[in-house]
């Protein structure tokens, strides 16, 4: 019997009586990270890393009922082994990796290969049965080295900086704003929303090493701003506080800025393709790792990701989920 089947509340293994990351609630939720689509309110129970916690905390209430889990501890549910293996994707980010009978199958999550400086260095984990993503599961996404891209950002940052522009970094207030601040840390303060120091706070108590930053507040000075960097949420991309900034500079950082057209989403004067999924090569590369049989494909590409998979020998097949618009962060972040 399979361990998981794909079911109308999100992936349910059976035999262990658990969901991993259901978008409806049921009895135990295992989470692989804390990105809303992902995570939702209403669960009775959730297990998930010991640096998710924080974020589902912060975000889904402090008296929510979470248990934790370290990398590479197995524990067992209803006969069924279970342990987390880290994913790459953000801090605390988890792979799930089920077992039973001799059986084995790992729930991905969101992923990515490159180590970014901060999260745990995705670890591929061989099993019989693999659940990926295929956010950017096409050749044409295939990012430089994290550091050719900050580089571009510093330049960026630099150029602003002299004609007298605030730089600002448009980046989702988990996982890409603590890459930008870990790698970005240097001469210039960095001011972050308060959607971010909050998380950044949650962290830091969780001990993870995060560069200081200021947290953007009513007495902030304009002028201390433009000397700076500041990263704040999407969702305040077109707001009015930006256009009160100083000769605002914006930068989107996002995957989708691999393709040209993308950087004149939502007026940015710049774009850099950083992202923290994996992309066509890291993807590939993920799934040979793990030498599993069948290859459950779900949100992004979904189609040409699976058809090239089986062209190419290994077999695939495309599963519905709910998985794959992290943008709805930014509706929590509204109401933050």
């Known amino acids: 019997m399979a361990l998981i089947s794909f079911t109308n509340k999100g992936i349910f293994c059976k035999q262990g009586g658990f969901y991993v990351d259901p978008w409806q609630p049921v009895d135990l939720a295992v989470t692989t990270h804390g990105h809303a689509d992902h995570v939702k309110f209403g669960n009775k129970a959730y297990l998930c890393h010991e640096l998710t916690k924080p974020v589902l905390l912060q975000r889904l209430g402090a008296d929510l009922p979470v248990q934790t889990l370290p990398y590479n501890k197995e524990i067992t549910i209803n006969g069924v082994k279970l342990s987390l293996f880290p994913a790459g994707h953000v801090i605390g980010s988890a792979q799930v990796r089920l077992e039973y009978k001799g059986e084995i199958c790992v729930i991905s999550g969101d992923y990515k290969v490159e180590y970014d400086g901060i999260s745990t260095p995705f670890e591929p984990v061989k099993c019989h049965s693999f659940v990926s993503e295929s956010t950017f599961g096409l050749p044409i996404y295939k990012w430089l080295p994290q550091e050719e891209?900050?580089?571009?950002?510093?330049?960026?940052?630099?150029?602003?900086?002299?004609?007298?522009?605030?730089?600002v970094l448009i980046a989702y207030s988990l996982g890409k704003a603590q890459r930008l601040i870990k790698n970005l840390a240097g001469d210039k303060n960095i001011y972050v929303h308060q959607s971010i120091a909050n998380l950044n706070e949650g962290f830091i108590r969780a001990g993870v090493d995060l560069p200081q930053t200021i947290r953007i507040t009513p007495d902030i000075k304009k002028e201390d701003l433009q000397k700076g960097i500041v990263i704040v949420p999407p969702a305040l991309a077109d707001g009015k506080w930006m256009k009160s900034l100083m000769s605002a500079s914006t930068g989107i950082c996002s995957g989708w800025m691999q393709v040209r057209a993308g950087r004149r989403w939502k007026s940015a004067d710049a774009g850099f393709a950083l992202s923290d999924h994996a992309d066509w090569p890291g993807l590939l590369s993920a799934i040979k790792a793990t030498e599993a049989e069948k290859v459950f494909i779900t949100h992004g590409f979904v189609s040409t990701f699976s058809r090239y998979l089986n062209e190419t020998g290994i077999a695939a097949e495309e599963v519905t989920t709910r998985y794959g618009n992290e943008e709805e962060e930014e509706e929590i972040l509204k109401e933050a």
Do not use: E, Y
């Open 149 to 167: 891209v900050f580089g571009k950002i510093r330049n960026w940052i630099s150029d602003n900086h002299d004609q007298l522009k605030t730089s």
